[in-house]
């Protein structure tokens, strides 16, 4: 037995991250998850700049 060929059970699970990935479209879900996150960032700069007076 090879030490890199996987296993039954590796396979099944790589299979299953393949198909997540293609089928929900991973970079989609990723990016709207993460536009909340970034807008946040945004108001929270622009409020400290504003804070400044400078």
Known sequence: MVASKRTGRGRVIL?????FVV???FLDLF?????PVLKVLIVT???SFLALDY
Do not use: E
């Open 23 to 25: 089928k929900m479209g």
């Open 15 to 19: 299979n299953f991250w393949k198909q």
């Open 45 to 47: 700069a622009l409020g």
């Open 31 to 35: 990016c709207a998850a993460s536009m």
